[in-house]
């Protein structure tokens, strides 16, 4: 497979607190990567580098064998780094279209004028729902929606503006057991309609492990393993991330 974006020797300190240490990362094209870990392992500012929003201290990125530096989220955006918060991407008091092309609105001439090609996007929003199985009303309000029909809208936005790589930050908390899995189901139907990579951060093995190519395990700041499924187990990993008597969610 295609590398999309590979990490060197990252490090990151705030203050005296050393965040990440020498990890070395790679994720390729149609591959989805379980990032695990406890809390302070070092998953979000790992995923906070890759989006623009922290600049490591040493290391070294590249994106498809460029080396790279991302100065802001913006600027990871549009060399096509997309995140999905839980529904954090989302602004209420406005109509799944709106949410869907915000940033990214649509336009047509109408005489001298610019003005916003409603029609077209209410299209499009419609569409790409429909194609990852949440069939909506585009003119809906998206706090009319149920959690994992609000998580849909932000995945549909990253599979139709062709985002390299989809980062997932902590996708099924707070989802039912049923949203959980349509939205794994909905995160493998864009992983076969696409040649992105995804990375998955949770702190639940069991969610992340069905779907996930490899799995990688942060603690401390450090990466101590890495494996594609085929080589290991859940109970392994939720054993060394625990450390003791594990019980699996």
Same mark, same amino acid.
């Given at each position: 497979m295609r590398e999309i974006i590979r990490a060197e020797k990252l490090t990151k300190r705030f203050e005296n607190v050393v965040a990440l240490k020498d990890v070395d990362f790679t994720a390729h094209e149609r591959e989805i990567i379980g990032l695990v870990g406890d809390n302070g392992a070092g998953k979000s500012t790992l995923l906070n580098i890759l989006v623009g929003l922290f600049?490591?201290?040493?290391? *070294?990125?590249?994106?498809?064998?460029?080396?790279?530096?991302?100065?802001?989220p913006a600027d990871a955006r549009n060399q096509g780094i997309e995140i999905v918060y839980q529904f954090g991407n989302l602004v209420e008091g406005l109509n799944i279209y709106k949410n869907f092309f915000m940033?990214?609105? &649509?336009? /047509?001439? $109408?005489? #001298? #004028?610019n003005v916003l090609d409603k029609g077209k996007m209410k299209q499009i929003s419609g569409d790409v729902l429909q194609e990852i199985g949440i069939p909506q009303d585009p003119e809906k309000m998206i706090e009319a929606l149920s959690g994992g029909q609000m998580q849909a809208v932000v995945l549909g936005?990253?599979?139709? #503006?062709?985002? /390299? %790589?989809?980062?997932l930050d902590e996708p099924t908390r707070n989802l039912s057991l049923k949203e959980v899995h349509r939205s794994l189901t909905r995160i493998e139907t864009i992983r076969? *309609?696409?040649? &992105?990579? %995804?990375i998955f951060v949770t702190h639940n093995v069991r969610h992340v492990f069905y779907i996930a190519d490899r799995i $990688?395990?942060?603690?401390?700041?450090?990466?101590? #393993?890495?494996? *594609?499924? *085929?080589?290991t187990t859940i109970e392994e990993i939720a054993q060394m991330i625990a450390k003791e008597t594990v019980h699996l969610h």
């Open positions: 600049l490591q201290d040493e290391g *070294k990125l590249y994106l498809e064998g460029k080396e790279t530096h991302f100065s802001s940033g990214r609105e &649509m336009k /047509k001439r $109408v005489g #001298f #004028f936005r990253a599979l139709h #503006f062709g985002t /390299k %790589i989809l980062l076969e *309609k696409t040649s &992105m990579s %995804i $990688v395990l942060l603690e401390r700041g450090e990466k101590i #393993f890495d494996k *594609k499924k *085929k080589d």
